[in-house]
């Protein structure tokens, strides 16, 4: 099987938070490497569980990929290091934002998406001073509930000192992430809890996040009312990113579409471009598409035996 043209590079990507992104796996060539086993990870079981930091990225490779890539694309929101695992696992991740940014002009920010883990460090944190923005992972706020959605040997006490520091430290932009689970982390007790961890990490925002993806394990949505109590509870700082039943997913299918037409305005996209894209099932994908088309707002075309769908010019 001949390796890929593109072994770090991926996307862009449409993300409702980050808009037009291309997305840096650093561990690409070696699978997942993390820390943590969260029952939630759309990656699966973590085989490769590890605490120690190492490198192993080709930089010129990246270098080289990055290079080809932004020059073929415009419009980018962000550069996100995200991918196979935890990226903080990586060292000199200031090495490497520092030539992201020459490459790409300092024109695009960056963005490190981490479970928290490594916070606590501050070798860590010196190699983070470069990045725009970071959204880290806080999800639970005791430590019986975060032993039963991370898995991991870390502390939550020591996560949370991590983050407290980090917001002390840190000069850009931090998006705390919290996953939601049904029955384990939105209870009442835990987003009280919540709501005291939060006011002392001061993150500029906290985003709700949901199980939309296949997982290893089998879990289950937080309910509507528990949903709104979050909200309620934690305040104006808070965006919820997915939603789970009928009448709010019709608001994210509106999104969808939205998301759709601006992506055909800049180029023509297949099928499975757009499940690349989205990551949220064919049937989804093919339904907006088709009321697209319905309204005349795109329509498909053959080009090399593959269809295409395009902006419909009146």
């Given at each position: 099987m001949n390796e890929p043209k593109f072994l770090y590079i991926y996307g862009p990507v449409l993300s409702r938070r980050l808009g037009f992104s291309f997305g840096i796996d650093l561990f690409a060539s070696l699978g997942k490497i993390c820390n943590f086993n969260c029952i939630y990870c759309q990656l699966g079981k973590t085989n490769k569980k590890t605490t120690k930091r190492f490198y192993c990225i080709d930089l010129e490779r990246l270098k080289k990929e990055l290079?080809?890539?932004?020059?073929?694309?415009?419009?980018?929101?962000?550069?996100?290091?995200?991918?196979?695992?935890?990226?903080?696992?990586?060292?000199?991740?200031?090495?490497?934002?520092?030539?992201?940014?020459?490459?790409?002009?300092?024109?695009?920010?960056?963005?490190?998406?981490?479970?928290?883990?490594?916070?606590?460090?501050?070798?860590?944190?010196?190699?983070?001073?470069?990045?725009?923005?970071?959204?880290?992972?806080?999800?639970?706020?005791?430590?019986?509930?975060?032993?039963?959605?991370?898995?991991?040997?870390?502390?939550?006490?020591?996560?949370?000192?991590?983050?407290?520091?980090?917001?002390?430290?840190?000069?850009?932009?931090?998006?705390?992430?919290?996953?939601?689970?049904?029955?384990?982390?939105?209870?009442?007790?835990?987003?009280?809890?919540?709501?005291?961890?939060?006011?002392?990490?001061?993150?500029?925002?906290?985003?709700?996040?949901?199980?939309?993806?296949?997982?290893?394990?089998?879990?289950?949505?937080?309910?509507?009312?528990?949903?709104?109590l979050f909200k309620k509870i934690l305040g104006k700082n808070v965006e919820v990113v997915y939603y789970p039943d009928k009448e709010l997913k019709e608001k994210y299918s509106e999104s969808i579409r939205e998301v759709i037409t601006n992506y055909l305005k800049r180029r023509p996209a297949t099928l499975e471009d757009f499940e690349k894209i989205f990551d949220i099932g064919k049937k989804i994908i093919l339904e907006n598409l088709k009321e697209l088309i319905k309204e005349k707002k795109i329509e498909s075309k053959v080009y090399n035996r593959k269809k295409y769908f395009v902006i419909k010019n009146d």
């Open positions: 290079k080809e890539t932004i020059n073929k694309t415009q419009d980018i929101d962000y550069i996100s290091i995200s991918g196979s695992g935890e990226p903080t696992l990586h060292k000199d991740l200031d090495k490497i934002v520092s030539e992201i940014k020459k490459i790409t002009g300092y024109k695009y920010p960056v963005c490190l998406i981490t479970n928290s883990s490594l916070l606590y460090r501050k070798d860590l944190i010196k190699e983070l001073k470069e990045i725009d923005l970071i959204i880290p992972s806080l999800d639970a706020a005791r430590e019986e509930t975060f032993k039963k959605i991370n898995r991991a040997n870390v502390s939550l006490k020591k996560i949370i000192k991590g983050l407290i520091n980090l917001r002390k430290e840190f000069r850009g932009k931090i998006w705390l992430e919290i996953m939601l689970i049904g029955g384990l982390n939105d209870t009442k007790e835990e987003i009280e809890e919540f709501k005291k961890i939060i006011e002392k990490i001061k993150p500029d925002k906290t985003h709700l996040n949901l199980p939309i993806r296949p997982t290893a394990d089998k879990i289950k949505f937080p309910r509507k009312k528990n949903l709104n």
